[in-house]
């Protein structure tokens, strides 16, 4: 297998964008990414794109055809270009396909990408759409929606270690302070413990400020072998692993409803692949779709003692400049959560961080980041290592 | 969701029933084609659940799913079954009267309808017991 680089990387902006459509914004960020890249789009040889329902948002299949298209790469190019599909953790996955196929040699010059344009429908639709990453037969049909199936977790993590409302509300506040100094979250405004605690209840134990929001959004990312990386950029960004476990669709099938075990296994395998431990990183995206959700992350990842996440948030040992700076970018909770960009999103923000691009949220002398996808209620997670040095 | 794929499980719903493993004697509710633990070295068979079982967590879901609203607030919880198994189910009870540990029943109840005119949806829910 060959070493893999990062290239190229663009974020849209992240929010309510309703002048722009779904191809709009993936193009931007494609487009966006070439350029960082310095490589032309007819170099590529793949794209790989992660994308949750389309269909269900904008009533669009055929995603990966149509981005090509869009992009003037299928006109005499034909580049191929795939769809990629594991609910919130599509984008991470698409990374993942695309760092496989540049690593095993049949493709060089590749992009990444995630796209989910949200806000075309309803909320009620919108949440319906996500309903979908759940088991519809089984948890769907007793009136399970993602804050409930994620309200479970928090209810027996505070049961069985003590972690508190306070607690889960000091993630929301981190990540708001974190992308307030990221130019393209959807949410910008710091929050207090207070304003989470007094916002209104989806469901019990979680607040709306404990929520992520329905977002917009598009990022991309080219990636070519290591050993010709410094063609294109003085700054690649090695891939030092990448994981992917699955575990059960169903929260109630699951070992521990407090531990997401994709998430444990994904991160030990990742950590074997790189030779490393979590001492050796510097930052970490984990998926906060849910304050519950980082506490769990950070603790299935090792960064945490089990049950201890809660009280490592709230002391600010997660904060930047703490002892491991988690969701530097803001996010999903600041940023916004479009499902099948936030995976890409993650890959950008540690990218940015380790070339030292990353502005007032700069982790000082970043030199290795993970990411950290799930899908669903942690049926399937993505985690990959990257680093500035081989 | 279509009445055919409602149909094909319905005998569970209606019935609580669901699977057993012959070859490690695990029990699974929602049903298994495989045993997740012995795959195809396990032997399936239909059981039916006695029916009792606890509450392992819960929530109050305030923010309803589609075609819950009228129902909200309501309680959906995580109930382990007597013979292991877990599932989702709603807990008809009061909000504030729901707790991890509560000893509950299973009750035949309406779950929902595919508009005026559809199927309407049975299945198990619990109440305290």
Same mark, same amino acid.
């Given at each position: %297998?060959?070493?893999?680089?990062?290239?190229?990387?663009?974020?849209?902006?992240?929010?309510?964008?309703?002048?722009?459509?779904?191809?709009?914004?993936?193009?931007?960020?494609?487009?966006?990414?070439?350029?960082?890249?310095?490589?032309?789009?007819?170099?590529?040889? &793949?794209? +790989?794109?992660?994308?949750?329902?389309?269909?269900?948002?904008?009533?669009?299949?055929?995603?990966?055809? *149509?981005?090509?298209?869009?992009?003037?790469?299928?006109?005499?190019?034909?580049?191929?270009?795939?769809?990629?599909?594991?609910?919130?953790?599509?984008?991470?996955?698409?990374?993942?396909?695309?760092? %496989?196929?540049?690593?095993?040699?049949?493709?060089?010059?590749?992009?990444?990408?995630?796209?989910?344009? %949200?806000?075309?429908?309803?909320? @009620?639709?919108?949440?319906?759409?996500?309903?979908?990453?759940?088991?519809?037969?089984?948890?769907?049909?007793?009136?399970?929606?993602?804050?409930?199936?994620?309200?479970?977790?928090?209810?027996?993590?505070?049961?069985?270690?003590?972690? @508190?409302?306070?607690?889960?509300?000091?993630?929301?506040?981190?990540? =708001?302070?974190?992308?307030?100094?990221?130019?393209?979250?959807?949410?910008?405004?710091?929050?207090?413990?207070?304003?989470? *605690?007094?916002?209104?209840?989806?469901?019990?134990?979680?607040?709306?400020?404990?929520?992520?929001?329905?977002?917009? &959004?598009?990022?991309?990312?080219?990636?070519?072998?290591?050993?010709?990386? =410094?063609?294109?950029?003085?700054?690649?960004?090695?891939?030092?692993?990448?994981?992917?476990? $699955?575990?059960?669709?169903?929260?109630?099938?699951?070992?521990?409803? @407090?531990?997401?075990?994709?998430?444990?296994?994904?991160?030990?395998?990742?950590?074997?692949?790189?030779?490393?431990?979590?001492?050796?990183?510097?930052?970490?995206?984990?998926?906060?779709?849910?304050?519950?959700?980082?506490?769990?992350?950070?603790?299935?990842?090792?960064?945490? #003692?089990?049950?201890?996440?809660?009280?490592?948030?709230?002391?600010?040992?997660?904060?930047?400049?703490? #002892?491991?700076?988690?969701?530097?970018?803001?996010?999903?909770?600041?940023?916004?959560?479009?499902?099948?960009?936030?995976?890409?999103?993650?890959?950008?923000?540690?990218?940015?961080? *380790?070339?030292?691009?990353?502005?007032?949220?700069?982790?000082? &002398?970043?030199?290795?980041?993970?990411?950290?996808?799930?899908?669903?209620?942690?049926?399937?997670?993505?985690?990959?290592?990257?680093?500035?040095?081989? | 969701?279509?009445?055919?794929?409602?149909?094909?499980?319905?005998?569970?719903? +209606?019935?609580?029933?669901?699977?057993?493993?012959?070859?490690?004697?695990?029990?699974?509710?929602?049903?298994?084609?495989?045993?997740?633990?012995?795959?195809?070295?396990?032997?399936?068979?239909?059981?039916?659940?006695?029916?009792?079982?606890?509450?392992?967590?819960?929530?109050?879901?305030?923010?309803?799913?589609?075609?819950?609203?009228?129902?909200?607030?309501?309680?959906?919880?995580?109930?382990? *079954?007597?013979?292991?198994?877990?599932?989702? $189910?709603?807990?008809?009870?009061?909000?504030?009267?729901?707790?991890?540990?509560? #000893?509950?029943?299973?009750?035949?109840?309406?779950?929902?309808?595919?508009?005026?005119?559809?199927?309407?949806?049975?299945?198990?829910?619990?109440?305290?017991?």
């Amino acid at each position: %297998m060959r070493d893999v680089a990062i290239i190229g990387v663009k974020n849209t902006k992240f929010g309510e964008m309703w002048e722009r459509s779904f191809r709009d914004i993936v193009v931007e960020a494609g487009i966006g990414a070439i350029e960082d890249s310095g490589v032309s789009g007819d170099r590529l040889d &793949g794209m +790989y794109v992660g994308n949750m329902s389309g269909g269900q948002f904008v009533e669009q299949e055929h995603i990966g055809a *149509l981005i090509a298209d869009y992009s003037g790469l299928s006109l005499d190019l034909h580049i191929p270009s795939t769809r990629v599909e594991a609910a919130c953790a599509s984008g991470g996955l698409a990374f993942r396909q695309a760092v %496989m196929a540049v690593a095993s040699g049949h493709e060089d010059i590749v992009m990444a990408a995630g796209v989910e344009k %949200m806000t075309d429908v309803s909320s @009620t639709a919108a949440s319906s759409a996500l309903a979908a990453a759940a088991d519809r037969e089984w948890e769907g049909i007793m009136g399970a929606t993602f804050p409930g199936l994620y309200a479970m977790i928090a209810r027996m993590h505070m049961n069985q270690y003590g972690t @508190t409302s306070e607690q889960m509300a000091a993630v929301a506040v981190k990540n =708001h302070k974190n992308g307030s100094m990221n130019p393209i979250a959807q949410y910008k405004s710091p929050i207090t413990v207070d304003s989470v *605690l007094n916002s209104i209840m989806v469901a019990d134990p979680l607040h709306i400020f404990d929520c992520s929001p329905i977002t917009d &959004g598009a990022a991309a990312v080219v990636l070519a072998p290591a050993d010709i990386a =410094h063609e294109y950029t003085d700054t690649p960004i090695y891939i030092k692993a990448t994981a992917q476990a $699955s575990d059960t669709i169903a929260l109630h099938d699951r070992r521990d409803i @407090t531990t997401l075990d994709a998430s444990v296994s994904a991160g030990k395998r990742a950590f074997e692949m790189a030779k490393m431990t979590p001492a050796d990183i510097d930052l970490v995206e984990v998926h906060d779709c849910f304050t519950i959700a980082e506490i769990c992350a950070i603790e299935d990842l090792g960064f945490a #003692k089990k049950g201890e996440g809660g009280k490592m948030t709230e002391e600010g040992e997660t904060a930047i400049g703490g #002892k491991i700076a988690v969701n530097t970018s803001g996010g999903l909770k600041s940023c916004g959560h479009p499902v099948g960009a936030t995976g890409i999103k993650q890959v950008v923000e540690v990218t940015q961080q *380790l070339r030292g691009e990353a502005g007032g949220r700069q982790v000082d &002398g970043a030199e290795v980041g993970m990411t950290h996808n799930v899908g669903g209620s942690g049926a399937t997670a993505v985690v990959h290592i990257l680093a500035r040095e081989r | 969701m279509s009445v055919a794929r409602f149909w094909r499980k319905q005998i569970n719903r +209606y019935n609580l029933v669901g699977t057993h493993c012959k070859t490690c004697d695990a029990y699974y509710y929602p049903p298994r084609n495989v045993c997740p633990k012995c795959r195809r070295d396990g032997e399936i068979e239909s059981h039916k659940f006695s029916g009792p079982g606890e509450i392992v967590t819960y929530t109050v879901i305030h923010t309803a799913a589609e075609g819950f609203e009228h129902q909200a607030p309501y309680v959906l919880g995580i109930v382990q *079954l007597d013979e292991g198994p877990r599932f989702t $189910s709603q807990i008809v009870c009061k909000p504030e009267d729901a707790r991890i540990g509560m #000893k509950v029943k299973p009750v035949f109840r309406k779950l929902g309808e595919s508009g005026d005119n559809g199927m309407i949806y049975y299945g198990t829910k619990y109440v305290p017991a």
